[in-house]
């Protein structure tokens, strides 16, 4: 696996590291428990790293250095995609032939990266997109850049480079195909999953006295990456409109928003903080660090509401991990997100970004007790659709037909030749 641009192994919430971190994980995880070794690559970002760490049994993270040892913005790794190129390949160089079956890579950096070393190995590249450059520019926040054309063009050539691309919704694979040109034959859709044992639903009551919440709060959760793409900002202005169409409500509304700044929103990194204080929610508003998994799914359990207000999602693990705690979501009507969340089931779905919506959906969800309870039920059954042992299963299928295809064309082709 290629991952190329954010290691498996950092804090997801900060920088770079987010769903897409919890997703290579989980799934190398899951298919090394079935019998299958996993070397994950990415690239060396301090000095003290190991060459090679264990990141689960196995499962290996390798640390390649390319550039200087330290994070690095997304837009300058393009030029070190042939140092990041030339460290993979040495790996395998010291291999014996055909060490490795199959190439997966994550992302496009990794993407251009992994077209290179799975034509030199002579194996099949699948790929994941995770997001589209095409997508992202049709539904930019405000404030926030365009993906540049060097990107839409890479992502193109690793569309037709890769002999399977791995879609995390049939949504997903329709764009793939409709704005890359993708094979539909070449598409598959899989899942994410979500990690059934972590995410669990558990006593709100103890879940606040943990993280010091009032019992008697109502608790509206943002958890994600701070940047325009995610739309925290949409939260605070909902939360404005709610306590002035209530003010009583804003004795007890608490808005925690927990994750790090990431993308165009380390520009700006005071801009949450001062749009509440220049909307009169300072005192609602509460900005928490990233956190482990572990205390996550106490927020999830904690909050009456999760809110996903993003301009663009090709799943939304949030959505579905909160979800798995008990808790219902209110996202946007965009993406993944009308495949992570149930609408009107386990959730409600928002179209557009106007705060005055989304206070109206909320608010008439705060406002009512009954709904909110048939909503809990209904995220922990919609959740539990969505095993990461189900998406391991069917990633594995996909592995071994597109290696035995790769595998019969060459044969094919050297009889040919």
Known sequence: MLSVHTSPLDQPGSGDAGG?????????????????EVEI???ATSSELPPVAPAAPGVTVHHVPAGPYEPLPKSHLPAQMCALTTGVLRAEAARQP???DVVHSHYWLSGQVGRVVADRWGVPLVHSMHTMAKIKNRALAAGDRPEPPPRERGEEQIVRAAHRLIANTDDEAVQLV???GATPERVETVWPGVDLTLFTPGLRAAARRRLGLDPAAAVLLFAGRIQPLKAPDILVRTA??????????????????????????????????????????????????????????DWYRASDLTVVPSYNESFGLVALESQACGTPVVASAIGGLRTAVHDGHSGVLVTGHDPARWAHAIGALL???????Q????????????????????TLEIYTDTRDRHRAELLEAVRCS
């Open 41 to 43: 690559f990415t690239r």
């Open 98 to 100: 055909g060490w490795y």
């Open 240 to 297: 404005a409109r709610l306590v002035a169409a209530e003010p009583t409500l804003r004795r007890r509304l608490v808005v925690p928003i927990v994750g790090g700044l990431s993308g165009t929103g380390t520009e700006h990194p005071d801009s949450v903080i001062r749009l509440a204080e220049s909307l009169d929610v300072a005192d609602i508003v509460r900005l928490h660090p990233p956190v482990p998994q572990a205390t996550l799914a």
């Open 20 to 36: 897409m971190n919890v997703y290579i994980v989980q799934l190398a995880r899951e298919i090394a428990a079935a019998g299958v």
């Open 367 to 373: 406002d009512d007790q009954p709904r909110l309870d």
């Open 375 to 394: 909503l809990r039920t209904g995220a922990l059954r919609h959740a539990a659709q969505f095993g990461w042992a189900a998406t391991a299963a069917r």
């Open 178 to 180: 409709r704005l890359y």
